[in-house]
């Protein structure tokens, strides 16, 4: 059974960065396993994919968000970080940590985070 | 505004049978496959269809996709009150080079 679980801080102040942590069990990210990505969703409003990392190291990003995403994995513990870069209120969402298999959909979903900016 | 767009609200009663349209372009559901989700209130989106029409182990054959061309859609009959949730379309775009997901279509049970 795939679980996945997000991690991070819940408020964060505008012009701060943001990390949050993926802690996953059920599966490899050092076999073809496919990856882990994050998709967060504002509150009220709908899904917006971020960022992917793979089994190959290979890497995927929105290219709306590109400049301010770095996504990173530490295959023995299983986690995935990712870093979004100089917070603004637009960015308040929840984020979704999920298992990617590489074939284009996304299952399952961890629980979601909920992050706050601040002003 | 998304690239691929959904109708916000749909709506029907028990036993009904109901459909939420999703349309894209050729960039994303004209050439990739289409995933639905379903989020019920409070709770995680969870997958519902995979490649067009595909359903995961446990999701109830009341629930049945397609796609034709540039658009797909999401039918659900027998309509039930724990149908009650948000469903999202998405679909890689190959021009973006990622996933888009459409706007949602919030699902009544009246």
């Known amino acids: 059974q795939i679980t996945l679980k997000e991690s991070g801080p819940t408020l964060v102040k505008a012009t701060q960065n943001l990390t949050l942590t993926c802690t996953f069990s059920?599966?490899?990210?050092?076999?073809?396993?496919?990856?882990v990505g994050w998709i967060r969703q504002p509150p009220g409003k709908a899904l917006e994919w971020l960022a992917a990392?793979?089994?190959?190291?290979?890497?995927r990003y929105s290219p709306s968000l590109r400049s301010r995403l770095t996504i990173t994995k530490d295959t023995p513990r299983n986690k995935v970080v990712l870093t979004m870069s100089n917070m603004a209120p637009v960015d308040t969402a929840t984020y979704f940590c999920?298992?990617?298999?590489?074939?284009?959909?996304?299952?399952?979903w961890g629980q979601g985070t909920l992050v706050t900016v601040s002003s | 505004q998304s690239v691929v767009t959904q109708p916000p609200s749909a709506s029907g009663t028990p036993g009904q049978w109901v459909t939420i349209s999703c349309s894209g372009d050729?960039?994303?559901?004209?050439?990739?496959?289409v995933n639905w989700y379903q989020q019920l209130p409070g709770t995680t989106p969870k997958l519902l269809i995979y490649?067009?029409?595909q359903r995961p182990s446990g999701v109830p054959d009341r629930f049945s996709a397609s796609k034709s061309g540039t658009s797909a859609s999401l039918a659900i009959s027998g309509l039930q009150s724990e149908d009650e949730a948000e469903y999202y379309c998405?679909?890689?775009?190959?021009?973006?080079?990622?996933?888009?997901f459409g706007g949602g279509t919030k699902l009544t049970v009246l």
């Open positions: 999920i298992h990617d298999p590489g074939f284009g959909w996304f299952d399952p």
């Open positions: 059920g599966f490899s990210l050092s076999t073809s396993d496919g990856g």
């Open positions: 990392i793979y089994w190959d190291d290979s890497e």
């Open positions: 050729k960039s994303n559901i004209g050439t990739n496959t």
């Open positions: 490649s067009n029409d």
């Open positions: 998405a679909a890689w775009d190959d021009r973006l080079t990622g996933p888009v």
